[in-house]
């Protein structure tokens, strides 16, 4: 852990509260808990389904961009 990190911990926990990092983390490892691999790879599909054509687009305009 940085130095900057650490001190935002402490400041974060001096004010009572989580950082969204944290928040994050704990979250996280809640889901892992009490979700099997396959809730995973339902997930990460649907993902792929619902924003594959969207990346596909900012793909090809990053793309168009690079050769201007």
């Not at 650490?6 to 001096?14: F, G, K, L, Q």
């Not at 994050?24 to 790879?41: I, L, M, N, V």
């Amino acid at each position: 852990m940085s130095g900057d990190d650490m001190a935002r911990r402490m400041e974060t926990a001096a004010k009572g509260g989580m950082s969204v990092k944290d928040a994050g983390r704990k979250g996280g490892e809640a889901t892992s808990k009490s979700h099997d691999h396959k809730f995973y790879e339902e997930i990460g599909h649907k993902g792929g389904v619902k924003g594959g054509s969207r990346v596909r687009e900012l793909i090809q305009k990053g793309k168009e961009a690079e050769r201007r």
